[in-house]
């Protein structure tokens, strides 16, 4: 039984980044394409009911070792729901989301959509992460987009945030965090669903 009174990790966060992605990249490579087509329709499982208040539901296009939320996408588009994808105008530019599909290069060499994409306010949104603990922290890529973005949606409302896992991503001992972190409000992997509560 995890409890809330786990050892804290000595590593810093640039350490414990570079192992997260090892093993995660290590993980994604080790999975025949049945069984992570598996993995990610058990996550798209866990997931969909906890998106059904939701108007607007925003996602990444994944690189190859994360996770991949297109199923869910396709699954709320199809419900009818509006999807959107995080938009850069440029690398130094802020992240927004516009309405997926993702069919047009970003700066950073990952598909976005098109720049006459309808801008949107998500109500949820699906993260992407390399490291995660139990109390829902999150280390990204260190770049700090989504920590940004997140703070300025917020200040025109809520918007509820839940990221997206391999099991393997979250770890046991809590992570170090700095004062302009924001964790997330859950985070769902294929085996698991980790509500954050309140300290």
Not at 105 to 112: I, N, R
Request: proline share 11%.
């Amino acid at each position: 039984m995890h409890t809330a009174t786990a050892v804290p990790s000595p590593l810093t966060k640039p350490e414990l980044r570079a192992q997260a992605l090892q093993r995660r990249r290590d993980f994604a490579r080790s999975l025949t394409p049945e069984l992570r087509g598996s993995l990610e329709r058990q996550l798209m499982a866990q997931v969909l009911p906890h998106l059904k208040p939701a108007a607007v539901v925003a996602a990444y296009y994944p690189m190859k070792d994360e996770i991949d939320p297109m199923p869910i996408l396709a699954a709320l588009t199809a419900n009818g729901n509006v999807t959107a994808l995080p938009w850069f105008a440029g690398r130094d530019a802020p992240m927004i989301f516009r309405r997926a599909p993702a069919d047009a290069p970003g700066p950073w060499g990952v598909l976005q959509p098109a720049n006459d994409a309808s801008a949107v306010r998500p109500d949820i949104i699906l993260v992407p992460l390399v490291a995660a603990d139990l109390a829902c922290n999150r280390i990204g890529h260190g770049k700090g987009h989504y920590d940004r973005a997140l703070a300025n949606l917020r200040r025109s409302g809520a918007v509820r945030t839940i990221g997206l896992a391999w099991d393997t991503q979250v770890l046991d001992a809590p992570l170090p965090t700095d004062p302009w972190d924001i964790a997330l409000d859950a985070i769902a992997t294929p085996d698991r669903w980790i509500e954050a509560t309140a300290a």
